[in-house]
């Protein structure tokens, strides 16, 4: 998919008729409703998590309550009839400033229905002939209607309803991860489901999540490829690709990759090969949870 248009680099075309207010008008009204069906399938410890310096979830919905003051600052210059609508604040301070992601999102959601619900009461108020009105925007340099500014916050809440989309099919990464709970992160690969249960119980207990799982060399390599997570523990013997060649491509694609090789006994020329394409350290088969914790921290 394309990325998508930047805000500040959209343009927009306001050629319609003024007597399209009321449609309008109701699709202000339904921003709120739109955005609490939109959330409500994303699981609860995604909404605020950040896009690396962009804003999260709860910030794009904070953000909508934010700026709704200034649709109804404006509104207030076209009631006086002012040449030139008021500027925003293009720093988006009130909403960096607002610990929306310490707000639970009912809160958030809420807070927005109101101030949305005050804005669509004041426009109901009006005559039909005050949606002719014109005034110049600021930024755009051009003079819009208010019913032309009415479209720009609909178009506005359509970006942010957007972004929460986006943020929504992204895939929780190690960075996201650690981003949100502050704790390392580590990918698992083992074809034996009890072996990857046993090590992600070992690495919980040393603050370690598991962001990922893999049962070949394979899915090793596309895993860690999706997730960079801090540490990979890997198995020296899989199906298909073995641990030793997913080691040897991880390296390959991240020098810098912590990987901790698992392996039995009778393995260590493929351990020291491994230890030879750029693994960190490794741990035996059959190990005590002891061993395990002790080349975990070695290896971070």
């Not at 680099?9 to 399209?20: A, K």
Request: proline content about 4%.
């Amino acid at each position: 998919m394309p990325d998508s248009v930047k805000w500040f680099d959209r343009r927009f075309n306001f050629d319609f008729p003024t007597g399209l207010y009321r449609q309008v008008i109701e699709r202000l009204r339904g921003t709120p409703a739109r955005v609490e069906d939109r959330i409500k399938s994303i699981a609860s410890d995604r909404l605020s998590i950040r896009d690396g310096d962009r804003w999260s979830i709860k910030e794009n919905i904070g953000h909508l309550s934010d700026i709704e003051g200034l649709f109804l600052g404006r509104l207030d210059d076209f009631a006086i009839k002012a040449g030139t609508l008021r500027p925003a604040d293009l720093t988006n301070l009130r909403t960096r400033e607002a610990g929306h992601n310490d707000k639970a999102a009912e809160t958030l959601c809420a807070a927005f229905r109101t101030v949305r619900a005050a804005t669509v009461k004041r426009l109901e108020s009006l005559a039909p002939a005050d949606f002719s009105q014109t005034a110049l925007h600021p930024r755009l340099g051009v003079h819009m209607r208010l019913v032309d500014l009415m479209v720009f916050q609909a178009e506005h809440d359509d970006h942010h309803l957007a972004r929460i989309t986006e943020l929504s099919e992204l895939p929780a990464t190690a960075s996201m991860v650690k981003q949100e709970s502050g704790r390392r992160s580590a990918l698992v690969c083992d074809d034996k489901a009890y072996i990857r249960r046993v090590i992600g119980k070992v690495l919980d207990q040393v603050g370690v999540e598991v962001v990922g799982e893999a049962e070949t060399g394979i899915d090793a390599v596309e895993r860690y490829k999706e997730l960079t997570p801090d540490l990979v523990m890997m198995d020296i013997v899989m199906p298909g690709m073995t641990g030793l060649d997913a080691v040897r491509k991880i390296i390959e694609f991240d020098p810098a990759a912590r990987i901790l090789i698992c392996s039995g006994l009778g393995q260590e020329a493929l351990v020291a090969e491994a230890m030879r394409a750029g693994a960190k350290g490794y741990v035996l088969k059959p190990f005590t949870l002891s061993d395990l914790m002790e080349a975990v921290q070695l290896a971070l």
